[in-house]
């Protein structure tokens, strides 16, 4: 059943992946909701989550995590990755928009205009998910990372990263599905970069671009920093436990399925990092569960996303690699959990990228919401979700 049209847009608004998931029918059409106009709003968090939902706090203590226990992590640093062949992925990370800042024979670093001396290292060999880094607070961090983890530890304790642009430590373990999992830290400040300017622009009713006209050059979308990646996992129970427990990782989503029996079973995750007040992104993390029609039987990472400045940046990044002749994956739509306007893409070995305006950003007091697991609740607009994208 539809929801009935309503006149009040809190309502409409009000847990909108269930909204758009019960505006679909049985045999796939749109219900129509009657003659009213679509709309957009910018609503605050806890109003756009709606009832379904509980605190962090709640939430933290119902798992029994203790925030004491936490490696507190900063922020999300950049992606690792192993290619074939540097040169192909490096005319591809070029088109998605970052450049090289330093390579040697076997190993390149690519930044995008962020505060990051760089948002993705690439290193020569077999194509191989090298996990995401994060940045961490202290040596100390390091130093307790490789003692509480030595059983699972792949470097030589703390390494030196002599060779990367800033330098720094990093300390890489594995969780819990064999991922690799890379913390930094002590990277050097990188000095700051040109801006793109923020466009004027005229609606209706407020016209302040006055004899101004809009102009655009075509090219990559440039990427501005690292904002998430996400991981398919087969043990999403015990990796949510891990991540959560070990690591200042809170959920700001969780998604689920309705069991036969009348229970639930959760099955997604989208996680923050908690920074108490600071403002983060709505997800650094995802983790999902891999299904028995996955294309690709074992874990595996799902991709990795990169913000550009705005809808024309990244619209104008799609046609730039649609014309290069690079295979898009998904794309441009707007995501409904976090709000990002989305663009995924495979790279050439076939890991899959994304570009991301606008999304959403929470702190320790937005809710953690719960939604049903469903491809109607991935987009609010945009192309059909493709089987490939859910992988
Ligand atoms: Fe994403």
């Known amino acids: 059943m ?7 847009f809190t309502e409409f608004q009000t847990n909108l992946t269930q909204t758009k998931a019960q505006s679909t029918t049985t045999n796939g059409n749109t219900v129509s ?14 109003e756009a989550i709606g009832p379904e939902s509980t605190t962090q706090q709640k939430w933290l203590t119902e798992h029994g995590i203790d925030k004491s226990k936490w490696v507190k992590l900063k922020r999300l640093n950049h992606m690792r990755y192993q290619h074939e062949d540097l040169n192909v992925i490096t005319t591809f990370l070029k088109d998605f928009g970052v450049k090289v800042v330093k390579k040697t024979e076997t190993e390149r670093w690519y930044a995008g205009y962020g505060p990051d001396q760089y948002v993705y290292y690439a290193r020569q060999g077999p194509r191989k998910f090298l996990g995401g880094v994060f940045e961490v607070d202290s040596r100390e961090d390091l ?23 800033g330098g720094g430590s990093i300390v890489t373990i594995l969780d819990p599905e064999g991922f690799p999992v890379n913390f930094v830290h002590g990277q050097s400040q990188r000095a700051p970069q040109q801006m793109p300017e923020k466009l004027v622009v005229n609606d209706e009713s407020t016209k302040p671009r006055a004899r101004q006209f809009q102009r655009f050059s075509p090219g990559p979308a440039a990427v501005h920093k690292l904002g998430h990646f996400g991981l398919v996992s087969a043990k999403f129970d015990v990796l949510r436990e891990w991540y959560t427990t070990h690591f200042n990782i809170v959920p700001s989503d969780m998604l689920y399925i309705d069991l036969p029996n009348g229970g639930r079973k959760e099955v997604a995750m989208f996680a923050h990092l908690d920074l108490g007040q600071d403002l983060v992104d709505h997800h650094s993390l995802f983790l999902a569960t891999l299904t028995p029609d996955s294309s690709i039987p074992e874990p595996h990472v799902h991709h990795c996303s990169f913000e550009v400045h705005d809808f024309d940046t990244q619209a104008l990044g ?12 998904w794309g441009v739509g707007r995501h409904i959990l976090g709000s990002q306007i989305f663009d995924y893409w495979w790279d050439t070995s076939k890991f899959m990228v994304e570009h991301y305006a606008d999304g959403d950003l929470v702190n320790e007091d937005t809710a953690v919401g719960y939604g049903p697991a469903g491809h109607e609740g991935l987009a609010v607009w945009g192309p059909d979700v493709p089987q490939e994208f859910l992988h």
């Open 33 to 46: 909701r009657g003659p009213s106009p679509n709309r957009g709003a910018s609503v605050p968090d806890n």
């Open 2 to 8: 539809a929801a009935p049209p309503t006149d009040s």
């Open 318 to 329: 799609h046609q730039w690699l649609a014309e290069k002749g690079y295979q898009n994956v």
């Open 143 to 165: 130093e307790k990372l490789v003692r509480d983890h030595a059983d699972t530890l792949q470097t030589k304790g703390i390494e030196e990263m002599t060779t990367a642009p």
